[in-house]
């Protein structure tokens, strides 16, 4: 018996398809606006200055952006919350 | 026994007493052992996915690469973060896969999508061998720090052994839970050697963090922008790294197993969102790491700068805490690491080889005989290879991230199966070896490994494209093995 349940995860169990379907296009754009800019923008602020804070501007840019990834996530949590409750509410009704 | 090693020693023996209590009552099973039960709230996964992220060379390489390489070292602290914003969408779907069938490590995710045991089994095979050099990284980084913290006086060798032998009894007896509860220790003393050098020493030095960096930019101005002390690693290859070690970050087996442990898919979204603030400490190190080129310019072994400028700076207790701290953030990630590479092995390696005639205690017997078995080869490679770590980590990275296609495809691409898969992961690990085994790392400015990952990706969507225009869409394959 307990083997059984160690194998449930082998081939057997056929190819599985998983959709991520619970994600809104709202939290994706949320979640890509610190990406781009912890990525695509480094090359445009790769100077000292302005120095902020006391901070060469390169590190302050992504010192700022690494402190606000949370804030752009903790978005994409709450629509992604709200979309999840919007489609089991259809669900079962 | 001098001061300094003192402290280091008790750090150590407490930290392993607390792993071999943290197993908790009850008879150790696999499922236990490897993914806590799948019981871990964010508490728990949050002190794991941090045990995994500071490692050694968070603490030494960052430090080291802030003073010799200067604004290059930046990337870590952007990496992680994407790391973290791939994970929000990653990881949910991928947990809930594994919660409905039971899946323990990362072959087993490839297998249960794929259906297919050759991917499986390439997957372990990579898993290993990316996983090895990086354990064998922790523990040269650990005998480092207690040969610099006892002067000498305990050889780099003897602490190497005796530390990971301790670091093997809680992983033997406890599991994953035995490291989360070691993580605890980890990260408390981590975090307060770390925020105490990180605001002390440039105050020490300079009056304070903001007049250290005005006299960084005076004397190195050019240390403080791409491509920093280096020559080859400008903005491209900043850009090219981080988005490499961002999409690998998951990849790796231990972390990407990591999250199986959480109880339920909403945990990793909230550890996804708070996770980038833990990288903070990250911004000391460097601070660390620019005083000491300040201070003391010149060091023969950059990854030293760190313990070197507190020995000089701090009274021994305090020194031997920082080398304590040190020495449970190398063996913690290697637990982990030790915990991953043995499942994986006696899980996807093993257990297909006896053609599934192994039960469950059985197996749990496999994985803590494979855990000694892969300790003993890393622990011989950190004694008798100790050479060229930086080049087996950047290789065991460059590697591990060939996996994202064939992870990310599965979670959200329905068609994708395995044989496309098979030759992106073929052909992108092909194109990193090639380049770094003929010295074009970095190539054209981008990262090797990253070129890697772009070549794997385009096979794998070409052959995607390819296969499916034979097939008779939505068909699948069933396994072919008898």
């Known amino acids: ?83 999840a409750a919007r489609a089991a509410g259809g669900a079962g009704r | 026994m001098t001061t300094p090693l003192l402290v280091i020693v008790a750090f150590v023996l407490v930290a392993a007493a607390v792993g071999v ?18 019981r871990f709230g964010v508490v728990l996964v949050w002190l794991l996915t941090a045990g995994e992220i500071y490692t050694t060379f968070t603490f030494l390489g960052a430090s080291g690469w802030a003073y010799s390489r200067g604004a290059p070292a930046f990337y870590i602290l952007a990496y992680g973060t994407i790391g973290y914003i791939i994970s929000f969408f990653l990881l949910p779907p991928v947990w809930r896969m594994a919660k409905r069938l039971g899946l323990h490590t990362q072959p087993d995710f490839f ?87 990180g605001i002390g020493l440039p105050a020490m030095y300079f009056g304070g963090v903001g007049k250290m960096l005005a006299e960084l930019i005076r004397q190195h101005p050019a240390h403080l ?60 190190v460097f601070f660390v790491g620019f005083t000491a080129l300040l201070v003391m310019p010149g060091l023969a072994n950059p990854d030293t700068a760190l313990l070197a400028l507190v020995n000089r700076s701090y009274p021994g207790w305090f020194a031997g805490f920082v080398g304590g701290a040190g020495a449970v953030t190398a063996m913690v990630p290697a637990a982990m690491l030790l915990l991953g590479a043995s499942t994986l092995v006696a899980k996807n390696l093993y257990r297909p080889l006896r053609r599934g005639a192994v039960s469950e205690q059985h197996l749990m017997r496999a994985s803590r005989g494979f855990m000694l078995v892969i300790a003993v080869t890393a622990l011989a490679l950190a004694l008798w290879s100790p050479h060229e770590l930086v080049k087996l980590l950047i290789f065991g990275y460059d590697g591990i991230a060939q996996l994202f296609p064939g992870i990310a495809l599965g979670v959200f691409v329905r068609r994708a199966t395995a044989r496309p898969v098979i030759l992106g992961l073929v052909a992108g690990f092909a194109v990193v070896v090639g380049l770094i085994w003929s010295g074009n790392d970095p190539f054209l400015g981008l990262n090797a490994g990253f070129v890697g990952l772009a070549v794997n990706a385009a096979v794998t969507l070409v052959a995607m494209a390819v296969g499916s225009a034979g097939e008779p869409a939505g068909a699948h394959v069933p396994g072919t093995q008898c």
């Open chain 2, 111 to 197: 297998l249960a999508r794929y259906d297919s045991p050759a991917l499986a089994t390439l997957v372990v095979v990579i898993g290993v061998v990316s996983i090895v050099p990086y354990l064998q990284l922790q523990l040269a980084g650990l005998g480092m720090i207690v040969e610099i913290a006892s002067a000498g006086a305990v050889s780099s060798s003897v602490a190497i052994v005796v530390a990971f032998a301790v670091t093997c009894v809680f992983v033997y007896t406890s599991g994953i839970k035995g490291i989360a509860w070691v993580s605890i220790i980890k990260d408390v003393a981590m975090i307060v050697a770390v925020a105490v050098i």
């Open chain 1, 1 to 83: 018996m307990l083997r059984t349940r160690i194998v449930s995860g082998s081939p057997r169990a056929g190819i599985i398809v998983i959709v991520a379907g619970d994600v809104p296009r709202g939290a994706l754009v949320s979640a890509l606006i610190p990406a781009l800019a912890l990525v695509a923008g480094l090359p445009f602020v790769n100077r000292i200055e302005p120095v902020v804070l006391g901070l060469p501007f390169l590190l302050f840019w992504i010192l700022g952006w690494v402190l606000l990834t949370p804030v752009f996530l903790a978005v994409a949590y709450v629509l992604a919350r709200a979309a």
């Open chain 2, 225 to 284: 922008t791409f491509p920093g002390g280096t020559t080859t690693m400008g903005a491209g290859w900043v850009v090219s790294t981080v988005l490499l070690t961002g999409m690998g970050f998951y990849c790796w087996p231990h972390t990407f197993a990591s999250a199986f442990s959480a109880k339920d898919d909403r945990t990793l979204r909230r550890n996804a969102v708070i996770m980038p603030l833990y990288q903070l400490p990250v911004l000391l």
């Open chain 2, 21 to 38: 209590v943290g197993r908790g009552r009850g008879e150790m099973n696999i499922e236990r052992w490897a993914v806590g039960g799948r």
